[in-house]
């Protein structure tokens, strides 16, 4: 479960992942994704999207995949609504995450705080320079899926390959907005999400993150 937030806030941050990136020419492909991106951040107050979530792993005897709806504001609030397989709804602040099961009525809280501040370390405040430092990273644009460049990040230091294998993102080259997402574990389990119907800067108010039973 302490995955979860992880993925979550990079769901959030991925796409803005170069929020602090300088002004400068670009040198490749990686650099240009990072500079849109930090542009495209300023107009970006919230998102609103239909997601795919598939879930591999070795103790499913097939992918299990799930659907639903998901909200993000900026810089840590999410809100996950899952229709099925089975309805779930998870949500997290930055300190905690909140897993709500309907039918089962079951809820569960989790502090993340320590995993937001390795989030932020590792990903939101870091440099082109930094990420490289921690990361292979290679950019280039994916015949897959058309429109799309594909970002792929592979950890160096030991600390975070305890927990991540390899982060691949696809970004729209037309909007500079995430569109899909995979991590892959240890072990070679991965969750990947795929974004659609994307709108941006939806009303959101007080009561648009809480989770209700």
């Known amino acids: 479960m302490l995955l979860v937030p992880t993925f979550l806030h990079l769901l959030v941050t991925a796409s803005v992942i170069a929020s602090q990136a300088p002004q400068q020419v670009p040198k490749d492909l990686f650099t240009q994704i990072y500079q849109s991106a930090a542009a495209r951040r ?46 779930k709804t998870i949500a997290l602040d930055g300190r905690s995450l909140v897993v709500v099961w309907p039918d089962r009525h079951e809820r569960e809280t989790i502090d993340i705080s320590q995993t937001q501040k390795r989030i932020d370390r590792y990903f939101t405040q870091a440099t082109p320079e930094q990420l490289r430092s921690m990361f292979e990273i290679r950019a280039q644009p994916d015949a897959a ?15 975070i390959k305890e927990g991540l294998e390899r982060l691949t993102l696809w970004v729209d080259r037309e909007r500079s907005l995430l569109v899909q997402m995979q991590m892959t574990f240890p072990g070679g389990d ?8 994307i709108v941006l800067n939806v009303p959101i108010g007080d009561d648009t993150f809480e989770v209700r039973r």
């Not at 097939?62 to 099925?84: E, F, N, S």
């Not at 899926?145 to 600390?159: C, E, N, S, T, V």
């Not at 991965?190 to 119907?197: E, G, N, Q, V």
Request: hydrophobic share 35%.
């Open 190 to 197: 991965s969750k990947t999400i795929t974004l659609d119907d």
């Open 145 to 159: 899926m058309g429109g799309a460049d594909l970002i792929d990040m592979r950890p160096k230091r030991k600390q």
């Open 42 to 87: 300023q107009s970006i107050h919230s998102i609103r999207a239909r997601f795919t979530e598939t879930t591999v792993s070795s103790l499913l005897e097939k992918p299990l995949v799930a659907h639903g709806t998901v909200i993000a504001a900026p810089p840590g609030r999410v809100l996950m609504t899952y229709a099925d397989p089975e309805r």
